[in-house]
């Protein structure tokens, strides 16, 4: 079984520019969450979702970003203009059920350098 | 929001035991977990311990919780060089059950 993969795995671009990540779940997991890590700070949430609603998007930092999950599956992260502080690793993870302990799964992270 | 704070930096020699700490200030926190990060790739989970519970052993890794001072703490027996990487502290809430409150990471360096 496939697990969460993200695209690009590696991407840099110039400062103004405009980046898109796109992060597939595990197939048949509801629950879909964007979390980041910049510069070597703690990871943070960014925002939930579960199906293509938003459930929680509480974390997203302003509003150059903008995340969607059409149909209920693959979601994307837009960063528009790109900054120089949205450099970090973005991580997506899925999850089928809301409530399980552990069953939160995490994919390899997109990594933004911005220019 | 959740507080979470760890050491950033640990160095040990392979064959000691390495011990990770983690403090968190939110006392609903109901599951604590720790993450492994190598380098270039994604989360892996190590472990986690429900906040009832103050110890919790698998093989190598033995999981400490205080739950009086919000203190976590995960040790690794007989490190080993592969043990290199990033770990992350990662706190669940009550209230919030599906946000992850994480640390900024511990990288463990194992020196042969």
């Known amino acids: 079984e496939a697990g969460v993969t993200q695209f690009p795995s590696h991407s840099v671009i110039e400062k103004g520019q405009t980046v898109t990540l796109r992060c597939d779940p595990i197939?048949?997991?509801?629950?879909l969450y964007w979390y980041r890590r910049v510069m070597g700070k703690e990871i943070k949430f960014l925002l939930h979702?579960?199906?293509?609603?938003?459930?929680?998007e509480s974390g997203m930092p302003n509003n150059r970003f903008l995340a969607e999950r059409t149909g209920g599956t693959y979601s994307t992260l837009k960063v528009q203009p790109a900054e120089l502080e949205d450099s970090g690793v973005y991580f997506c993870?899925?999850?089928?059920?809301?409530?399980?302990?552990?069953?939160?799964?995490f994919g390899e992270g997109s990594w933004l350098t911005v220019v | 929001g959740e507080d979470v704070e760890q050491s950033l930096f640990l160095s040990v020699r392979e064959g000691d035991s390495s011990v990770i700490n983690c403090t968190y200030t939110?006392?609903?926190?109901?599951?604590l977990y720790w993450y492994k990060q190598e380098p270039g790739a994604g989360l892996q989970l190590l472990t986690y311990?429900?906040?009832?519970?103050d110890m919790k052993q698998d093989q190598r890794l033995t999981v400490l919780l205080n739950k009086k001072d919000k203190h976590l703490s995960l040790r690794i027996a007989d490190t080993q060089t592969g043990d290199s990487a990033i770990y992350f502290c990662?706190?669940?809430?009550?209230?919030?059950?599906?946000?992850?409150?994480f640390g900024s990471g511990t990288k463990l360096n194992v020196k042969p």
């Open positions: 311990i429900f906040s009832n519970m």
């Open positions: 939110d006392s609903s926190s109901t599951y």
């Open positions: 990662a706190v669940r809430g009550l209230y919030n059950f599906n946000k992850f409150y």
């Open positions: 993870a899925s999850s089928q059920d809301r409530v399980s302990v552990d069953t939160i799964y």
């Open positions: 197939s048949g997991h509801d629950n």
């Open positions: 979702f579960v199906k293509e609603s938003k459930q929680d």
